[in-house]
């Protein structure tokens, strides 16, 4: 069993900064990929960052590129989004992503972005 803890997200004003964090435990044979997803209210889940754990390849999606960065620690099985000139439309719940063998989920962390 796997689990990921999310931590970081909360209520901040546009153009401000936020760093979520999410850690790995349990039974994690190997981390392909960790990465971030995010569910505003009434829309589909989409996807923000992932950052690959073997080659060092980073995705991010164009709505927050040169905003978000996301990297990783391979010892500790952790990634991390920074966050920085946020805006309304960044507000949503945040949700931690591991893919090994299977795909895990995180139980989300909301971030909210005042205008």
């Known amino acids: 069993q796997v689990q990921l803890v999310e931590s970081g997200g909360g209520l901040v004003q546009a153009g401000g900064s936020l760093r979520l964090s999410c850690a790995a435990s349990?039974?994690?044979?190997?981390?392909?990929?960790m990465g971030w997803y995010r569910q505003a209210p009434g829309k589909q889940r989409e996807l923000v960052a992932t950052i690959s754990f073997g080659s060092n390849t980073n995705y991010a999606a164009d709505s927050v590129k040169g905003r978000f960065t996301i990297s990783r620690d391979n010892a500790k099985n952790t990634v991390y989004l920074q966050m920085n000139s946020l805006k309304p439309e960044d507000t949503g719940v945040y949700y931690c992503?591991?893919?090994?063998?299977?795909?895990?989920w995180g139980q989300g962390t909301q971030v909210t972005v005042s205008s």
């Open positions: 992503n591991l893919v090994s063998s299977m795909s895990y």
């Open positions: 349990g039974s994690i044979f190997r981390v392909n990929t």
